[in-house]
């Protein structure tokens, strides 16, 4: 008689415990939406948290991730999906690593999961970032490559955003590729290449007055031009 009360009571138990999980699903994701809704973006993240803990899913914490770089939060996004490169691993949370790292100042690491990124789907504005990193990793041959590929297939529409000024601003792709290429020319030649690589800045600036970065990359570079 004992041991069936015992049994009894803890099937009751469980049946308490998983109605309480139930209703606490149930409580985040509505609690999810509503903030969804006000745009909180603090509350979002609290609420797939909980949800994570209490029913984790991989698409979960890939959204999760995402939603912490999209904030700037980096380390958390990586915290929350890590850094391992995984053939299984969807495009969100490739692209989550890519850009976490690379915000971090690890273009190695980051520059792997652009080169899955663009296996999977190429495109020019993958090559523009594989191209920078490559740059920073002073592989020039690669750059120049990737260079190449995204002005072959730039479209005019393509924008690339750049954040040095205080407001953030966007040019044309196709002018911020031939900026890159304009720094993979430099650097393979200091001295003999200074006058093609301020051409191609005059090149990018002509495609968009308003491109900060090159401005300054050709100021800068004028200044080592010898004095007539």
Do not use: C, W
Not at 167 to 189: R, W
Not at 194 to 219: G, H, P, V, W
């Amino acid at each position: 008689m004992k041991k069936l009360v015992l049994i009894l009571t803890v099937m009751v138990s469980f049946s308490i415990t998983a109605q309480t999980k139930t209703e606490l699903i149930k409580h985040f994701e509505t609690y999810y939406q509503q903030m969804k809704k006000q745009g909180d973006v603090q509350g979002v993240i609290n609420a797939m948290t909980h949800l994570d803990v209490l029913q984790p899913t991989q698409a979960r914490r890939d959204t999760l991730a995402y939603i912490y770089v999209s904030e700037g939060r980096n380390r958390e996004a990586l915290n929350t999906i890590g850094i391992e490169k995984n053939a299984s691993d969807s495009d969100i949370n490739t692209e989550v690593k890519a850009i976490a790292l690379k915000s971090l100042n690890q273009p190695k690491l980051a520059l792997e999961h652009y080169e899955v990124l663009f296996q999977r789907k190429a495109n020019p504005l993958l090559a523009y970032e594989i191209a920078e990193l490559k740059i920073q990793l002073n592989n020039l041959a690669g750059a120049k490559t990737s260079v190449d590929y995204g002005l072959a297939n730039v479209k005019d529409h393509m924008k690339r955003s750049f954040y040095e000024t205080q407001t953030p601003y966007q040019v044309s792709l196709k002018a911020a590729l031939t900026y890159l290429k304009a720094l993979i020319i430099f650097n393979e030649n200091q001295e003999t290449n200074l006058d093609a690589a301020i051409a191609l800045l005059d090149e990018a600036l002509t495609m968009d007055s308003n491109f900060n970065m090159a401005q300054i990359s050709k100021d800068a570079l004028a200044t080592r031009k010898p004095k007539e």
